[in-house]
């Protein structure tokens, strides 16, 4: 199918078409593949066992797991969304984040004060990049994944035991964890990244993948051309070619690859 975003979870994939509708496919024990919601969608985003995205009206809609509240989103309109573990996050209109679910580490309350551009829920953490470039990461910081180093950055992506973020002149920077190398990226200018449980992964300035870290099923061994977008799932990794095509590669225990 022609998409225009993908997002790898857990052991679930989703992807918004060229038309505005979603499509999922995977593992589907709590419904986070087949309790797909009718409408256009402007954006998807996956978590461990649930899925949210944005429609082109701005509200959010969620389905899958929700014993912590992750799929059951606040009213209102959202530029943004991000499922992480067992909690979910979204950038409002006026640039706050609101974050809902479990709050077992923090990760939904202790949101820093000030605007921001964007928010990444990982695993049990959270990160988000500021209005004035810094980057803000709260929740469980059993491997300093929530020590988000100086500096101006473009993006950020909360993963399981790492974070990873673009800066400002192109160069990634990782914290946290560091088994497998999962936060020891490659030289070079890059567009974005993706944080994974155990894996990174990063589009170059060239449209080139670059993936590090766990390479257990193969999900750090990325296929070749360029592409747009790239997501680093649990186990499994998807991205979106230069032609529209969706690839995916790693795990395919439940057919998410």
């Known amino acids: 199918m022609l998409v225009v975003t993908v997002s790898a979870g857990s052991r679930h994939t989703c992807g918004v078409n060229s038309s505005g509708s979603v499509e999922c496919w995977g593992y589907d024990d709590y419904g986070q593949v087949s309790n797909t919601p009718v409408g256009t969608f402007e954006l998807i985003s996956t978590g461990n066992r649930n899925t949210c995205g944005v429609t082109s009206s701005g509200s959010v809609e969620c389905w899958g797991y929700d014993a912590h509240g992750q799929a059951t989103p606040p009213t209102g309109a959202l530029e943004t969304v991000s499922p992480g573990g067992n909690h979910t996050c979204g950038v409002t209109s006026s640039s706050s984040i609101e974050c809902w679910g479990s709050n077992r580490d923090g990760q939904i309350s202790n949101i820093p004060s000030g605007t921001f551009l964007s928010v990444s ?109 790239v997501s680093a799932g649990w186990e499994h990794t998807c991205g979106v070619t230069s032609s529209g095509s969706v690839e995916c590669w790693g795990d395919d225990s439940a057919g998410q690859s």
């Open 121 to 229: 829920a990982g695993r049990d953490h959270t990160c988000g990049v500021t209005s004035s470039g810094s980057v803000e990461c709260w929740g469980i910081d059993s491997w300093s994944r929530t020590d988000a180093p100086f500096g101006s950055f473009e993006s950020v992506s909360a993963g399981g035991s790492h974070s990873c973020g673009v800066k400002s002149d192109g160069k990634v920077e990782c914290w946290g964890s560091d088994g497998s190398g999962r936060s020891s990226p490659p030289f070079g200018s890059f567009e974005s990244v993706s944080a994974g449980q155990l894996h990174t992964c990063g589009i170059t300035s060239s449209g080139l993948l670059e993936c590090w870290g766990e390479d257990g099923y193969g999900q750090s061994t990325p296929s070749s051309g360029t592409f747009e977008s």
